[in-house]
């Protein structure tokens, strides 16, 4: 449980806040990660379970991207996903249908009888420190360390 965990936001222009953590564990602790996989199987080995044997479907996880193949109707998954975000109130599904769906680095699309993919990138996944985006203090890009090509 943690204790002492606290964490500052700084906006420009605005003063910094502070907040205690009250919940959860510490991000990016190995302990944490281990945990939150343990209590993430026992939570859905219900679904896991009507995936792979009464369904023979594909079930896929890798930390909190889930990726299933159904031949359940629309409504019908819609259902078994809602009672799934009914049994923890800190655990959300949402969830994207259709013949294409982004999966981690993978873009999958149904092309009857098989699957086709192809690489899909993230754009925090670009070639650089800190995307342009970013919602970081701009002050946080003067202190990355930039290196040039060596020159003989």
């Not at 699957?115 to 701009?138: C, D, E, M």
């Amino acid at each position: 449980m943690v204790e002492n965990s606290y964490f500052v936001l700084e906006l420009p222009g605005e003063p910094a806040k502070y907040y205690k953590q009250i919940r959860g564990g510490a991000m990016g602790s190995a302990c944490t990660q281990v945990l939150a996989d343990i209590y993430i199987r026992k939570w859905e080995s219900r679904l896991v379970q009507q995936q792979q044997q009464q369904q023979n479907e594909l079930y896929f996880r890798y930390r909190d991207d889930i990726f299933i193949t159904t031949k359940l109707l629309p409504p019908q998954m819609e259902k078994i996903l809602e009672e799934m975000n009914k049994l923890d109130p800190n655990i959300t599904i949402s969830w994207e249908t259709g013949k294409t769906v982004d999966y981690l680095d993978v873009t999958t699309t149904i092309d009857i009888p098989n699957f086709r993919t192809t690489i899909f990138r993230k754009l925090a996944a670009q070639p650089y420190v800190l995307p342009f985006n970013s919602s970081h203090p701009g002050h946080t890009g003067w202190h990355i360390t930039f290196a040039s090509p060596l020159t003989t």
